[in-house]
């Protein structure tokens, strides 16, 4: 940090287990992608080439080795693992991972119906020579998954390898674990949460509210995902304190109330 402040959360370091932050790159430049790094490369511990964008992505290979390293994993997004499953190129899947030199995979089912089982055995699989994220939860609006499913899901891929398991939100985050309106689901959240550890979950919040929300529930440390390039530095500020919305996160409670009443001119 530039200087000292008082009060001011503890964050975990890199490589981080737990305050994880994701951000989604839908086609960044190789020139993006390196003014990314020098702005916030220090807070960023995930890559995700979103969807299908590293197919037509140029540079590709350039722009991978750029972030891998300032000490950044990357990985492409579900949705592509789920189009050569649809077409039968789950090796030529695996093929591509290794070309790229990626330690880092996704497995999803949000766009095709994929049994547990199947979807448990590419986890096991992949497991074995790279990191794991898999993703809980269906793209679709109106799909209502009940909260004793999600745990079930998100139980059986952690115990099948997964590192981290993804609560689905999309980038638009009106879905999965939110409702249409961007809020998220509580009760859904908080059963979640009574039975899977906060620190195996990487929850998608691509809206600052959603962060917001988070990081009042669930500390400073808490694994955020789908986050914008634009809106890293931001994110972290809500983290620490440093924005209006946590401002009285993690001042003495003795402290945030007499500044709370304090009267406006």
């Known amino acids: 940090m530039n200087y000292k402040l ?5 964050r975990s370091a890199k490589p981080r287990e737990e305050g994880v932050t994701m951000v989604m790159d839908k086609g960044l430049s190789v020139r993006q992608a390196q003014d990314l790094i020098d702005a916030s490369g220090h807070l960023i511990d995930l890559i995700k080439l979103g969807f299908g964008t590293s197919f037509v992505t140029p540079k590709l290979k350039e722009k991978i080795e750029l972030y891998q390293k300032a ?3 990357v ?4 949705t592509l ?6 077409r039968g190129q789950y090796k030529d899947y695996k093929k591509l991972v290794d ?7 996704e497995v999803s089912d949000g766009s095709i119906n994929m049994p547990p089982k199947e979807k448990c055995k590419y986890i096991t699989d992949l497991a074995k020579e790279h990191r794991v994220l898999s993703e809980v939860g269906s793209k679709e609006s109106g799909i209502l998954i009940s909260p004793a499913k999600w745990v079930s899901m998100m139980r059986t891929e952690l115990d099948a390898g997964s590192w981290k398991v993804i609560a689905e939100a999309r980038e638009s985050g009106t879905v999965g674990i939110y409702r249409p309106s ?4 509580t009760t859904l959240v908080n059963r979640i949460l009574s039975k899977i550890p906060g620190k195996d979950i990487l929850w998608e919040a691509p809206i600052k509210s959603q962060q917001v929300w988070f990081i009042k529930q669930l500390g400073v ?3 955020l995902g789908n986050i914008a390039p634009e809106e890293v530095i931001p994110l972290e500020t809500l983290r620490l304190g440093l924005r209006g ?3 009285f996160q993690y001042l003495p409670e003795e402290v945030a109330e007499k500044l709370r009443q304090r009267p406006t001119e």
């Open 99 to 105: 070309s790229l030199g990626l330690d880092t995979v």
């Open 71 to 73: 000490d950044i994993r």
């Open 75 to 78: 990985y492409l997004g579900g």
């Open 81 to 86: 693992f789920e189009a050569f499953v649809a």
């Open 182 to 185: 961007g809020h998220a689901h």
């Open 245 to 247: 919305d946590t401002f």
């Open 221 to 223: 440390n808490v694994n």
């Open 6 to 10: 008082s009060h001011i959360p503890a």
